[in-house]
């Protein structure tokens, strides 16, 4: 299993970023839950978005509620995630992970909780300055 993250930048506040998070070693057509992360120097990992099959449906952390949007483009096996408005506040490290198997509803609390993802990818960069 390997998830390359891409996209992260540099950007100015209310500017816009797609993240790319590319999946290989498996298949979005099985049941999963993939996930957004971010973690900015001395604070813990915080779930921004994810996808469960269990649950069908995305949950958005209350931070980036409005301005993120997660998709999924099963042919590619690739997630998006659209962030707009961009805040000083987003600048982090952005990660994407999956789990397998999920195919029982978990919630929101645990669909953005990093414990429950097995695999990681590398992250990609995001900052925003004023």
């Known amino acids: 299993v390997q998830l390359v993250e891409s996209g992260g930048a540099s950007v100015q506040v209310g500017e816009s970023l797609r993240l790319s998070c590319r999946a290989s070693g498996f298949s979005l057509d099985d049941d999963y839950s993939i996930g957004w992360f971010r973690q900015a120097p001395g604070k813990e990992r915080e779930g921004v978005s994810s996808?469960?099959?269990?649950?069908?449906?995305?949950y958005y952390a209350d931070s980036v509620k409005g301005r993120a949007t997660l998709s999924i483009d099963d042919a590619e096996n690739t997630v998006f995630l659209q962030m707009k408005n961009l805040k000083p506040e987003d600048t982090a490290m952005y990660y994407c992970?999956?789990?397998?198997?999920?195919?029982?509803?978990?919630?929101?609390?645990?669909?953005?909780?990093?414990?429950?993802?097995?695999?990681w990818g590398q992250g990609t960069q995001v900052t925003v300055s004023r």
């Open positions: 996808f469960t099959t269990g649950d069908g449906r995305k």
């Open positions: 992970a999956v789990r397998f198997g999920t195919h029982i509803a978990i919630g929101k609390e645990t669909a953005l909780h990093a414990g429950h993802y097995r695999y």
